[in-house]
Every structure is written in structure tokens, then in C-alpha cells.
């Protein structure tokens, strides 16, 4: 029976790391991350988890932990943001590439510069291409629900993979919302135990974690670890479906809002598709064939997926929070373009940088590019194909 609370996306997040009680979590605090690892040192100290918690000096302390746990057999988690990731760099390709099913919790975070706290998407799509799983959520309630996911999808035997769970900082994180949380055993049982086939402390088995790899076998280890990020979009789809069956909610790779029929799409990751979704319901009302496409999973990046979702939309405006400075566009304009191409898309498309270091994106926004991509269908458009929003002249 669903559990109904008022919670923070951080008090979401922690209370599904309570449910699952993972073995070890190594964590430094960062804002807006820091609540995490509080809230657990408060639930250990409760007796209310066993997990053991390790307090290190730095977040590249924090995954070299985490890296060694996980190795050594244990279920492992940790959590950061922005800087804190950054400075986890080296590590998160080598927990990647090691094939180890760590679960972080991502509050985003600006990166520097210039000093900033507020939200933005920079830190984990800079980390996009490190080999993590990433999923995103757009309030606390998908937040809740993708931890709860993470390990299914990291351990499977098919997948092995570390999987970085994402929240909006501030905004998601710190924002009180009502949400529905499952029973403490409906979440055992479907995570189910730790059981790993190989690992560092398996008395009657010899093995290395991370040796140098010569010339002759380093690719090989690479199209492996590429095959498992392939093998990783059935396994999230798959326990997708078996979440719905105990939680009656729906998840894939993607949610439309309005878009079976829509000519006007906006593509967008992560709490703004909620303000999105507001700016669908007004232009519908006035007739408008208004939609919105919220991309849930970035890595494995579902390029196909998407472009089929959008064949029949006349026009699309794709929203990034950060900007990856290629002069043409933030990550998701970039990898979507290119699935467009691939798919022989004809779909007009707009690519707009928004919500820097926690810049607002109102419901006038969102309508004033649907406006936008109206105009640029019917010929009458002189918007610019890649351009900022929001910003301040």
C-alpha cells in the first residue's frame, strides 16, 4: 500500500537509500547534495540502517571508496554535486570501466566558474561521457522512483554498469512536494540482495580490479563495457515494468505530454518539464497543438527512440541547462540533432540554452517558443537556430 508523505527530492532520495540499506556509503558533503549523506549518518545512528558509512576527505576519496567496496563485494551508493563530481573525475571512468554497479545520487549543480550554487545540468553532462548510466528526474516523486530502479538496472548480469541518478538542485532537492512512497518491504524485495558472481574478498577465486591494460586488450575491454551500455536500455525498460506493477507508475525512456498529435514539441530534461507541461495546458486550451518530449535517460542515450517519438512534429525546440560551448548547441541539442539526421527527420528544430546557474524558465518562456516554432513552421520565423533564453540584456 502506497505510503503518502510531503517530502524534499534529498529526504525523497534518502529514505529509498534507507530501504535499500546498502552495505557501504562513502560520501563527503557538497551543496545542494549535503543533506544526503546527513540524512543516512542520521538513519545509521538510529539503528534504523546498518550501512557503514565511511566520512572521507574529499569526493575522489568518496568513489575511490566507493570503488573499493563495491569491488570487494559490498553494495555500495554515494552522493555529490557539481565541483564534487568534478573532483571525482578519474574515478568515475575507473568505476566505470571496471564494471562496478555503484548508485550515485547527482544533485545538480552549476560548475565553476563562475562560482555558483544553483542548479544547471553542466556536472553530469560533463560526466556523460564516462561510461555511468544516467537517468534524470523531473520532481521528487521520479526522484524517489529512479533510486529505487538504480540497482536493478546497475547489477544486472547483462548490464553491470555504475548508475548516476539526477535531481535538479534546489529545486527538486530542496523543494517540499507530496509524494507516495512504496512499503519497506515492497522495496526489499524488488532490489533484492547483492548477489555478485565475481569479486575481490571470494575466497576460491584469484582476480585483479583495474590492472594496467596492455595495448592487445584495452579495446576489447572498451567494446565490452559499450556493449553492456547497449544492453542496459532493454534492462531499464524491463524493470520499468516490474516498478509499475508494484508502484502503478509508468516509466521508460522518455514520457510525451500531448504529443500523439502535437505539431510543437519542446524537448527538455529534468524539472522544468513541469513548467513545460503548464505552458501545453494553456496554448492547448487555445488551440494550439502544443507537446512536450522529457527525456528520463540520457545514457544509454535513446536516439532512435526519440526521433520516432517526433516524426510526425512539424518543429521542436530542444532545451539544455548548460552549454558545451561547440557553438552550436548544449549536449542533448547536440546528440538529438544527430539521431534526427540519422532517422532522415525533416522536423524543424530550435537549440536553446536555458536556466544557467539557476536562471529562472517560466511558463511565458516555454509559450514564447512554442510561439516561436509556429512562426519558423509557416515561414514567417527569424529566430536564431541556436540561441540562449532568459537571458538578461
Not at 524534499?8 to 535499500?20: F, H, W
Not at 542520521?42 to 573499493?68: K, L, R
Not at 524488488?190 to 558472481?197: C, I, L
Request: proline share 4%.
Amino acid at each position: 500500500m502506497a505510503v503518502k508523505e510531503r517530502m524534499s527530492g534529498n529526504e525523497a532520495v534518502a529514505y529509498a537509500m534507507k530501504q535499500i540499506n546498502p552495505d557501504v556509503m562513502p560520501a563527503f558533503p557538497i551543496t545542494p547534495s549535503t543533506e544526503l549523506p546527513q540524512f543516512v549518518s542520521s538513519y545509521i545512528a538510529n539503528g534504523e540502517m546498518d550501512t557503514e558509512f565511511i566520512p572521507v576527505e574529499s569526493e575522489h576519496s568518496a568513489m575511490s571508496a566507493a570503488i573499493g567496496a563495491q569491488a570487494a563485494g559490498a553494495r555500495t551508493m554515494t552522493a555529490t554535486s557539481s565541483a564534487g563530481l568534478a573532483l571525482m573525475w578519474e574515478m568515475l571512468y575507473v568505476a566505470a570501466s571496471n564494471r562496478l554497479p555503484i548508485a550515485l545520487a547527482l544533485v545538480n549543480r552549476a560548475l565553476s566558474g563562475p562560482l555558483n550554487i544553483n542548479c544547471e545540468h553542466s556536472d553530469s553532462m560533463g560526466a556523460r561521457d564516462s561510461g555511468w548510466i544516467q537517468i534524470y528526474s523531473e520532481n521528487n516523486q521520479e526522484a524517489y522512483d529512479n533510486f529505487i530502479q538504480a540497482y536493478r538496472i546497475a547489477e544486472h548480469k547483462d548490464v553491470m554498469l555504475p548508475v548516476m541518478i539526477c535531481q535538479d538542485g534546489f529545486i527538486i532537492s530542496h523543494g517540499v512536494a507530496n509524494i507516495e512512497l512504496l512499503e519497506d518491504c515492497e522495496v526489499k524485495t524488488f532490489v533484492g540482495e547483492y548477489q555478485p558472481s565475481h569479486y575481490l574478498l571470494k575466497s576460491d577465486e584469484t582476480m585483479a580490479v583495474g590492472p594496467y591494460a596492455v595495448s592487445g586488450y584495452g579495446m576489447e575491454s572498451k567494446r565490452a563495457q559499450a556493449q553492456a551500455m547497449i544492453n542496459a536500455k532493454q534492462v531499464i525498460l524491463d524493470v520499468a515494468a516490474e516498478f509499475e506493477k508494484i508502484s502503478g507508475r509508468k516509466y521508460g525512456f522518455y514520457e510525451g505530454y500531448f504529443l500523439q498529435d502535437a505539431d510543437y514539441v519542446i524537448v527538455a530534461i529534468g524539472s522544468v518539464c513541469g513548467t513545460t507541461k503548464d505552458a501545453v495546458d494553456m496554448l492547448r486550451a487555445k488551440g494550439v497543438k502544443a507537446g512536450l518530449l522529457k527525456v528520463r535517460v540520457f545514457r544509454p542515450f535513446p536516439g532512435a527512440e526519440l526521433a520516432e517519438a517526433l516524426r510526425h512534429c512539424k518543429a521542436a525546440a530542444i532545451l539544455d541547462r548548460c552549454e558545451s560551448f561547440s557553438t552550436n548547441g548544449g549536449p542533448l541539442a547536440a546528440e538529438l540533432s544527430a539521431a534526427l539526421f540519422q532517422a532522415k527527420s525533416q522536423i524543424e528544430v530550435l537549440k536553446i540554452v536555458y536556466g544557467l546557474n539557476g536562471r529562472d524558465f517560466t511558463v511565458q518562456d516555454a509559450a514564447g517558443l512554442y510561439q516561436d516554432l509556429e512562426e519558423l513552421v509557416k515561414g514567417g520565423g527569424t529566430a536564431e537556430e541556436y540561441r540562449y533564453i532568459g537571458l538578461r540584456e
